[in-house]
């Protein structure tokens, strides 16, 4: 399923880097150790700047889902309806990730199930994180 | 006069700060409501400028005062969140000098400023205090109470204006591109409508307590129902079917759970209120209503999307702030006016207040109940956003007149309207007012 290519911003290139390198990291603060994620220029916790990039297993849980049958995305709208699930992190369950569960026939999510992050190549190239259910 | 954003010391966002300080002294004393349209037609008497002087110099004699006796101006400067003018598009110059205009073209047509709307009502002549309560009518609201309060302005106006373009909302800007920047595309790759979020969090509640989606239907229905008893509303105005029941369940998903009539229809329209001082109040032309209290929640998801979990935790508390400061209970409750742009969140905002005793999970049941404004446990008889269109303002408009005895066909009628609360928006961010027939 296309989605739009993503283009590396500056906060995000060691992000989409690893990501093209098959690893998923996220945003960890050094001052007070939450992890974050989508990434931010400081710690939505503690304020504080002082960020750094740390790998997780890249396995998590699917904490509930939805169907979208009407999306705002041009790119997206030949493919719908299709599920978007959120899915929770092992290291940190407050982290989540959306996933189009590739694989999971629509309205057939399995929540609760466990998974596993799967790199999908976006037109441009850059690979994002994608997630396989494992059991 | 640069006008500055209201601070965020002028919210009551915290617990344990005792009752409001100004609990009773502040009064609203007039309502002005422009008409309401689908789309801007691109006429300069239908821009959102233009609504917007409607709507407050309705605001104005409805109260009864003089221009020259307003002292202050309170605004959400914003008149969108989903129709934007797009970079590139041509402005249309005849629309922008029909008006005195400001430095920004966009202003009066797709955009508010407090200096725009001074230049252009030329009869408010003592207009010294201006503020920005950005967002929402709600936080405009609470920015005005606590600036009448404070002594910062006594006699005040209180606006926000909705416009609303050709197209679809949503769909232009940045999705409808073939590529995202990189920290957007972290949320917005996988093309969530924005009732996604609402969904998933009603999915959520639906798989732990038992629910289905169907128990909406009694909510929406009602809703309906009330919003065509509202006469300054769009449905009222422009499309006056009925929802049945039967409508509802089988309309179209969006981002299923949540359906077509789940979600609220961009409008374009405007309300203004005049707030005042309960002493000036006295001899004014209106049934004042008295502001017991505002509290606002500042609390954001953890990461990209609120669970059910925050949701629920967020509205307890912003429940706990507002009986706290208001100095009452959910007993005290005649009726709720709590958000519902998206229909199911309405249940969160609710269970959070405790309305009637429906504690967590218990929302969808009670809507099995009779809701309606004949009754006595009336949910949402503005008909809110589900009722009227997407404005957030419905709410406030109707806890003011049910107050009055002004809501009309509206008027609750199983309980007498002594109290009731509004505001919104998300269950997890937004702010909130309690309304009084009395100061006590």
Partial sequence: ?135 | MATQNAPLSMHRAVEGLGVWEHRGKVTAVGIGHSPTARRWDGQAETAIGALAIDALRKAIEDAGVSPDQVDGLVLDPGTTTGAHWEEGDPIPMDVVNAFNPTDDPLDGIAQLSAEWLLKNMPELTNVNFTMYGRGCMSNAIVTAAQAVGDGLTNTCLVLKGWHNLAGRYYQGGANALSDRPGTAAMSTLWGTPASYGTALQFAAYCRKYGKNHDMMAPFVVNSKRNGLLFPEGFFAQHRPEPLTVEDYIAARWIAKPANLYDNDIPIMATAAYLFTTAERAKDMKQKPVYILNHASSHTAAHSLTPTLEEVEADTARTGRMLYEGAGITANDLSFENMYDGFTLFHQFHMEGLGFRGVKFGEALDFYQTDISIEGPNPVSPSGGNAGSGRTRFWMHTDCIQQIQGRAGARQITGVKAEIGVSGGPMPMGGNFTVWGATPD
């Fill in chain 1, 1 to 135: 399923m296309p989605k739009q290519s993503v283009v590396a911003d500056e906060l995000t290139k060691p992000y989409y880097d690893a990501c093209n390198e098959g690893r998923l990291v996220i945003q960890g603060c050094k001052t007070c150790g939450n992890l974050q994620h989508p990434a931010a220029r400081a710690c939505k916790q503690c304020g504080g700047s002082d960020m750094e990039w740390k790998p997780v297993s890249g396995r998590g849980k699917i904490y509930e889902y939805g169907v979208v049958h009407d999306c705002p995305i041009k790119e997206l709208q030949a493919d719908q309806p299709f599920n978007v699930a959120v899915i929770t992190l092992e290291e940190d369950s407050r982290i989540q990730f959306y996933s189009h569960l590739p694989g999971v026939p629509v309205d057939e999510v399995p929540v609760g199930a466990t998974v596993q992050v799967d790199m999908e190549t976006t037109p441009n190239g850059q690979k994002v994180p994608e997630w396989r259910v494992v059991s």
